[in-house]
């Protein structure tokens, strides 16, 4: 696991050591304080020993998206017509502002990223006047819908507390008395929905395919995200068998989102 270090500048060269190192992220300050990421393949001995250092706090790392994103701090990112930007920094016209909490969906992730980009194309292209999120996580998907103009989304996550904290970032934005947050699977709700987003991972997405396709509504779409490009192939099939065309495929990375369409 990542450990975290901070310090007192030494000279530029410090930066450039820290690359070399391996850093996962790296800020200053203009004070000359410095903080910086590194994995675990590089000891704190070693750090001090290629940068000259008497001394340094060595700390645990925050990992960020259930611990698959490793960044000092939250950072302002924008995707389309979408920027999210960390609910301490001052508002801005049309932003969505994001808690910094342990729930997936930062927006950093390549599979939110992903989503986020099939989202926002989608809305342009033929605006839903309804959104169902499977997994929502933060909200983050939900609430950039939202943002995006749709008139009304439902969230669903079997873990109570993302429910917690996406209802924490719709109050935030001002968007609560848009969203329906509900504690469940595509398996316990009722209805059809024009747009259906489901960013999760490919054996569930596989696994819940016929009870998933039930909720688009006819010639509605559906993106998945969270499939490793190697298991694309699976997920594909697994949503023709069940009626959905792709439209599109998207790749970040090592990852890929499906947009699909409903054949009936």
Same mark, same amino acid.
């Given at each position: 696991?990542?450990?975290?270090?901070?310090?007192?500048?030494?000279?530029?060269?410090? #930066?450039?050591?820290?690359?070399?190192?391996?850093?996962?992220?790296?800020?200053?300050?203009?004070?000359?304080?410095?903080?910086?990421?590194?994995?675990?393949?590089?000891?704190?001995?070693?750090? @001090?020993?290629?940068?000259?250092?008497?001394?340094?706090?060595?700390?645990?790392?925050?990992?960020? *998206?259930?611990?698959?994103?490793?960044?000092?701090?939250?950072?302002?990112?924008?995707?389309? #017509?979408?920027?999210?930007?960390?609910?301490?920094?001052?508002?801005?016209?049309?932003?969505?502002?994001?808690?910094?909490?342990?729930?997936?969906?930062?927006?950093?992730?390549?599979?939110?990223?992903?989503?986020?980009? @099939?989202? *926002?194309?989608?809305?342009?292209?033929?605006?839903?006047?309804?959104?169902? *999120?499977?997994?929502?996580?933060?909200?983050?998907?939900?609430?950039?819908?939202?943002?995006?103009?749709?008139?009304?989304?439902? +969230?669903?996550?079997?873990?109570?507390?993302?429910?917690?904290?996406?209802?924490?970032?719709?109050?935030?934005?001002?968007?609560?008395?848009?969203?329906?947050?509900?504690?469940?699977?595509?398996?316990?709700?009722?209805?059809?929905?024009?747009?259906? #987003?489901?960013?999760?991972? @490919?054996?569930?997405?596989?696994?819940?395919?016929?009870?998933?396709?039930?909720?688009?509504?006819?010639?509605?779409?559906?993106?998945?995200?969270?499939?490793?490009?190697?298991?694309?192939?699976?997920?594909?099939?697994?949503?023709?068998?069940?009626?959905?065309?792709?439209?599109?495929?998207?790749?970040?990375?090592?990852?890929? +989102? #499906?947009?699909?369409?409903?054949?009936?």
């Amino acid at each position: 696991m990542p450990y975290r270090i901070d310090f007192r500048g030494v000279g530029d060269a410090a #930066l450039d050591r820290l690359v070399e190192l391996g850093a996962l992220d790296v800020e200053s300050s203009s004070g000359g304080a410095i903080a910086a990421l590194l994995p675990d393949s590089v000891t704190p001995e070693d750090v @001090a020993r290629r940068l000259g250092l008497a001394h340094m706090i060595v700390s645990p790392a925050v990992g960020r *998206d259930e611990g698959s994103v490793w960044i000092l701090s939250p950072r302002p990112i924008r995707i389309g #017509l979408l920027r999210i930007i960390p609910a301490h920094l001052d508002p801005e016209p049309g932003a969505l502002r994001l808690l910094d909490a342990p729930a997936f969906g930062s927006g950093l992730h390549p599979t939110t990223a992903l989503c986020l980009e @099939a989202l *926002d194309e989608a809305v342009r292209s033929a605006p839903p006047d309804a959104v169902l *999120d499977v997994g929502t996580g933060t909200g983050v998907l939900a609430l950039s819908a939202l943002t995006l103009g749709v008139p009304r989304v439902t +969230a669903i996550d079997v873990d109570e507390e993302a429910l917690r904290v996406a209802a924490d970032n719709a109050r935030l934005n001002g968007l609560g008395g848009r969203l329906e947050l509900a504690r469940g699977t595509p398996e316990t709700i009722a209805g059809r929905w024009p747009l259906v #987003l489901a960013n999760i991972l @490919a054996a569930p997405l596989i696994e819940m395919a016929p009870v998933l396709c039930r909720r688009v509504s006819g010639q509605g779409h559906l993106i998945l995200s969270g499939i490793r490009a190697s298991l694309e192939p699976d997920v594909a099939r697994a949503y023709r068998d069940v009626g959905m065309r792709r439209v599109d495929v998207k790749s970040r990375e090592s990852w890929v +989102a #499906l947009v699909l369409r409903a054949s009936w």
